[in-house]
Each structure stands twice: as structure tokens, then as C-alpha cells.
């Protein structure tokens, strides 16, 4: 099997056709020189040349190298866009794994476990010398402040036992998280991520949104973890 005809197989598999995508690359650039453009250009120009001083024969070679070399790459341009919107939507069963999911997402309203307490990570653009995680009640309450210590740049997880400060039981929430961080007496930036069962699954153009408790409509993309 040649490359073109395991390349043309490969875009038969994802649905997408070269003959219209070639098609799209003349129907889009009818404001520029297509092909028929250019050959009228070159007989235009041999028609009118200088019969003293023609149009060296390399020059024309170059000319057309160049025009065919041009087209070549906006056939491939279009044929790229056209595998990247194909594998970059989402489908429909695809949408709907995500149903009865818990997924981590950026966000400050948790709802606890089962068992209690409640399990988050905090994302943190820098090294700092300390991070702590507070939590509070619908009222503004806090219940819970716990100091993570200093962490290097990345993601830490921390685990909350479900109780208050004075050592009584916070209930099931919801609960409010929020982080800080800090190094050098600078603020660091620092995002909280929570764990939040999915609601419901709404797709537009391709795109999934997911509906969580107390978070409302997150976008697939923000996801950073699926249990």
C-alpha cells in the first residue's frame, strides 16, 4: 500500500474525504488565484512577453514549482482542520459515559462522603512555604482550617476527616473550600479543586458540558480527574 493510498484510508476511516476537502480549498479561495487563474496569468504573460527578451525557461519552472507547491499546502491545511474537528468532537455515547461520574473540577463548593469529611487538591503555580485550605458552612462559617505545610509547584491533595476544629461532626455540607498560598511573603497562585458527581451531560457543537451540584455548568475541558 502506497503512502497516499494508507493516507487516503486513514481519512476514510474518520469520515472526511480528500476530493472535498480539495473542493472546500477551491470553494474557499474564490478570492484569491486558483489554478485557472494562474494559467491564464501565464499565458498572458508568454502572449505578451517581449519577443526579444522572453521569459527565461528556468524562471516559468520556478513559477509554476512554486503555485503547485502553494496549492499542495492549502489542500493539506484544509484536510488537517478537517481531522482536527473530527477528532477533537465529542459524541454523544461519549457525552454519556460521563453520567453517574464524579469528576475533579476548579471549584469552592464540596459536599461531603458518605462516611464524612470530604477529599480535594489544591493547584498551586509556584513553590510556596505554605498552604492551607479552609472550610466553612453555608453561613461563612469556618469549620476546618488545615495548614498542608510548604509544597512544591503542582497538584497536593489533601483529605478532611469531616469534623470541625473543636472535634464535632460538620455533616454532609455543602461546604465552602478555600485556598491560600504563600512564599516569601508573596502570594502564590493557588486553585481548589473539588470532586462533584455528575448531574447531567448537555453537548453543543461538539462541545460537553457537564452539570455538577453546587457548581453549575463546567465545561469538559476544565475536568482534571474521573472516578
Known amino acids: 500500500m502506497t503512502t497516499s493510498t494508507a493516507f487516503d484510508s486513514t481519512l476514510a476511516g474518520l469520515g472526511i474525504s480528500r476530493s472535498n476537502t480539495a473542493a472546500t480549498v477551491k470553494s474557499s479561495a474564490s478570492t484569491a488565484l486558483g489554478q485557472s487563474d494562474f494559467l491564464k496569468l501565464m499565458t498572458a504573460q508568454m502572449q505578451n512577453q517581449d519577443p526579444f527578451n522572453p521569459v527565461d525557461n528556468t524562471q ?22 478537517a481531522i482536527q474537528d473530527k477528532l477533537g468532537a465529542t459524541t ?23 462516611g464524612g469529611g470530604l477529599t480535594g487538591a489544591v493547584e498551586l503555580g509556584d513553590a510556596a512555604s505554605r498552604v492551607t485550605v479552609s472550610i466553612a458552612d453555608q453561613s461563612g462559617n469556618v469549620l476546618k482550617q488545615m495548614d498542608l505545610g510548604a509544597q512544591a509547584k503542582g497538584t497536593v491533595t489533601y483529605d478532611w476527616d469531616g469534623k470541625t476544629q473543636g472535634g464535632e461532626e460538620a455533616g454532609s455540607g455543602p461546604f465552602t473550600v478555600t485556598v491560600a498560598a504563600q512564599s516569601a511573603g508573596k502570594t502564590v497562585p493557588a486553585t481548589n479543586l473539588v470532586w462533584a458527581p455528575v448531574g447531567s451531560v448537555s ?12 457548581l453549575g455548568e463546567v465545561p469538559v475541558s476544565a475536568v482534571r480527574q474521573i472516578g
Open 60 to 81: 516559468m519552472v520556478a513559477q509554476m514549482a512554486q503555485f503547485s507547491s502553494l496549492a499542495g499546502i492549502s489542500e493539506m491545511s484544509t484536510t488537517l482542520k
Open 92 to 114: 454523544a455515547s461519549d457525552a454519556m459515559a460521563y453520567i453517574g461520574k464524579t469528576v475533579q473540577t476548579p471549584g469552592t463548593t464540596a459536599y461531603g462522603r458518605t
Open 203 to 214: 453537548t453543543t457543537s461538539g462541545a460537553t458540558v457537564l452539570t455538577l451540584p453546587g
